[in-house]
């Protein structure tokens, strides 16, 4: 088994920034992607970004160019930094792993709420 458990999010204005961190804990050699997904109130989970182990990227279309997501592997750590973040980027956000076997893995989210 992996625990993931996230830290950072709150509250911003429409502009700002925030980060986001996620550790993984437990059969941590079975993970080769970790990232990001968001799901705001009555909406579908959705694909933020994610890096695989071999550090390839993907993200949603809606966050190039303001989101970054990194990988620190011995820390078995994803980052998920967020500038310019607007009010439709609000949402609870979950940390994702997958392993090698195609095992998912998710913590259990924080909330990012941007003002306007």
């Known amino acids: 088994q992996v625990q993931l458990v996230e830290s950072g999010g709150g509250l911003v204005q429409a502009g700002g920034s925030l980060g986001l961190s996620c550790a993984a804990s437990g059969s941590i050699l079975r993970i080769n992607t970790m990232g990001w997904y968001r799901q705001a109130p009555g909406k579908q989970r959705d694909l933020v970004a994610t890096?695989?182990?071999?550090?390839?990227?993907n993200y949603a279309d809606s966050v190039k160019g303001r989101f970054t997501c990194s990988r620190d592997i011995t820390k078995n750590t994803v980052y998920l930094q967020m500038n310019n973040l607007q009010p439709e980027d609000t949402a609870v956000y979950l940390c994702y792993a997958e392993g090698n076997s195609g095992q998912t893995y998710w913590g259990r989210g924080t909330q990012v709420t941007v003002s306007s």
């Open positions: 890096m695989s182990r071999g550090s390839r990227t």
